[in-house]
């Protein structure tokens, strides 16, 4: 929207696609209604609101999140740090992904892996992260530090549980 607005966009044509990357919705007009009404409909058709929170939650990233391990910890991360958590404090959050790229190839992906692997616990991650500047993938590793402090996360089905356990998570 800051970009659109920015650049003077007056009128857009969008989709909303479904996983088979189909569209599924489609809205012109301008730019901010567009989006608005695009982000209700994939919203009202993809939220489902919980009353309760569950010691066990099973959270599936799927194709493209999946590649990685760095994308597949959005899962865990959204379901234990939202406003309203879905995970109850100590439980325990299931990932299936397979990860074929183990922690990721990227730089900010690679600098994720090591904050994690050498942190020794989530609150020593933490604390280093206040303490000192930090390039881009930290920030994920921070993220999933405040996740492994109130619940236990597992993946489930990755290709190197190694990379799994070295960043704190237990692996199935």
């Given at each position: 929207?800051?970009?659109?607005?920015?650049?003077?966009?007056g009128f857009v044509v969008n989709v909303a696609l479904d996983s088979r990357v189909r569209p599924v919705?489609?809205?012109?007009?301008?730019?901010?209604?567009?989006?608005?009404?695009?982000?209700?409909?994939?919203r009202s058709r993809t939220t489902v609101h919980a009353?309760?929170?569950?010691?066990?939650?099973?959270?599936?990233?799927?194709?493209?999140?999946?590649?990685?391990?760095?994308?597949?910890?959005?899962?865990?991360?959204?379901?234990?740090?939202?406003?309203?958590?879905?995970?109850?404090?100590?439980?325990?959050?299931?990932?299936?992904?397979?990860?074929?790229?183990?922690?990721?190839?990227?730089?900010?992906?690679?600098?994720?892996?090591?904050?994690?692997?050498?942190?020794?616990?989530?609150?020593?991650?933490?604390?280093?992260?206040?303490?000192?500047?930090?390039?881009?993938?930290?920030?994920?590793?921070?993220?999933?530090?405040?996740?492994?402090?109130?619940?236990?996360?597992?993946?489930?089905?990755?290709?190197?549980?190694?990379?799994?356990?070295?960043?704190?998570?237990?692996?199935?």
């Amino acid at each position: 929207r800051w970009i659109g607005k920015r650049a003077g966009l007056g009128f857009v044509v969008n989709v909303a696609l479904d996983s088979r990357v189909r569209p599924v919705a489609l809205s012109a007009g301008h730019p901010e209604t567009v989006h608005s009404h695009l982000v209700d409909w994939v919203r009202s058709r993809t939220t489902v609101h919980a009353s309760q929170e569950f010691p066990i939650v099973i959270g599936s990233a799927g194709h493209p999140k999946d590649s990685n391990l760095y994308q597949a910890t959005r899962i865990p991360t959204y379901l234990c740090l939202s406003r309203r958590p879905v995970v109850a404090s100590g439980g325990a959050v299931l990932v299936p992904a397979a990860c074929p790229e183990g922690a990721g190839q990227g730089p900010g992906e690679r600098r994720f892996l090591e904050w994690l692997s050498e942190a020794g616990s989530p609150d020593a991650l933490i604390e280093r992260a206040r303490r000192e500047r930090h390039p881009a993938g930290v920030q994920r590793a921070v993220m999933v530090a405040w996740a492994l402090k109130r619940n236990r996360i597992a993946f489930v089905g990755t290709k190197d549980p190694g990379v799994v356990r070295a960043c704190g998570f237990e692996a199935f």
